[in-house]
């Protein structure tokens, strides 16, 4: 049963490490108890991925294989036209997926034609009835409200990692520039979809920094994506190890005990996961995947639809229909 007044916005670090710290099947247990009061515990979301503009990016995010000072041989893709988003659109909710997101690889929104054709996205996919998402990069309060006029149901920018990390990852904007996005998304009235990538040479310490701050927000985010680093050949990262699926589980874990009415959607790097850690992830509180045209997320692998069908349904799972 929902209870509004367990819901925290106080968390200190010693108690965030507590939690994370805890025998791993009991932190399980807890995390599969509360997420049994505030959710379904047989849905799943589904939730389509399009890269509708790729690469060319003028950021140096040293996970992302769009930047374009990396020598990645991710081919530039310019914005793809409106109609053949809405049908992708159309195609993931035939297919079970009830949250559709769509991704330009830019720095930032501009006021120009483009903004006018992705209005038109978030117009025509709304129509679908779909939950429509957009991640663009940073975005003005002006333009945060023309979206969420337009339908808009969520906005995604991710945190990436703790404050104290991010000028390891990132120099080309700073940790202060992504809260003042989330700031304008949460202002205009659209759902906040933040969270972070593990993997990227960080401490535990700034796991939960990250996490710290996503649950410390007057309002919770709705949606937080939990991401395990998929290395890019010609980035810096692209040699860094792969992340401990029990890391991933304890990340899951903790964000469903201090974020319990939130969305968690588990990520990227799912191809490296069998269904069994999958399973795990689901248990500790995970209720959302992003699945992605051409069993791709953005330009990472990643499993098609009807792999993960056939997954769900072997876990007794069933596809989450918008409310």
Request: overall charge negative; proline content about 4%; some cysteine.
């Amino acid at each position: 049963m929902k209870d509004q007044s367990m819901l925290r916005h106080d968390w200190r670090e010693e108690e965030l490490l507590a939690v994370y710290d805890k025998p791993l099947l009991e932190l399980i247990y807890e995390a599969a108890t509360v997420h049994r009061m505030w959710h379904r515990a047989d849905e799943i979301q589904l939730s389509t991925l399009l890269s509708v503009k790729t690469g060319g990016c003028p950021e140096d995010c040293s996970y992302c294989g769009q930047a374009a000072r990396y020598h990645t041989g991710i081919e530039v893709q310019s914005l793809l036209p409106t109609e053949t988003v809405i049908a992708h659109a159309r195609e993931a909710k035939e297919q079970g997926a009830s949250r559709f997101c769509m991704a330009a690889a830019w720095r930032e929104v501009r006021d120009n034609r483009d903004f006018d054709r992705i209005i038109d996205m978030v117009k025509g996919v709304n129509a679908l009835g779909m939950e429509v998402c957009c991640t663009l990069g940073m975005l003005t309060g002006e333009q945060a409200k023309r979206l969420q006029e337009a339908g808009l149901y969520a906005y995604n920018h991710n945190l990436d990692t703790s404050e104290n990390y991010y000028d390891e990852i990132i120099s080309t904007r700073t940790f202060d520039n992504r809260l003042q996005t989330i700031a304008n998304v949460r202002n205009a009235g659209i759902t906040v979809c933040s969270g972070g990538i593990i993997g990227l040479g960080e401490s535990k310490a700034d796991r939960l920094s990250m996490l710290q701050t996503l649950a410390n927000m007057e309002i919770h985010p709705e949606s937080v994506p939990i991401n395990a680093l998929a290395p890019v050949q010609g980035t810096p990262l692209q040699d860094n190890p792969k992340v401990d699926i029990w890391d991933m589980v304890r990340m899951i874990a903790t964000a469903r005990l201090v974020m319990p009415a939130t969305m968690v959607r588990l990520s990227a790097e799912r191809t490296e996961m069998t269904e069994a850690e999958q399973a795990w992830c689901f248990m500790a509180g995970a209720n959302s995947i992003f699945t992605g045209k051409r069993e791709k997320l953005l330009v990472t692998p990643n499993p098609g639809i009807p792999e993960d069908l056939d997954m769900l349904a072997k876990l007794g799972l069933k596809p989450m229909s918008r409310s």
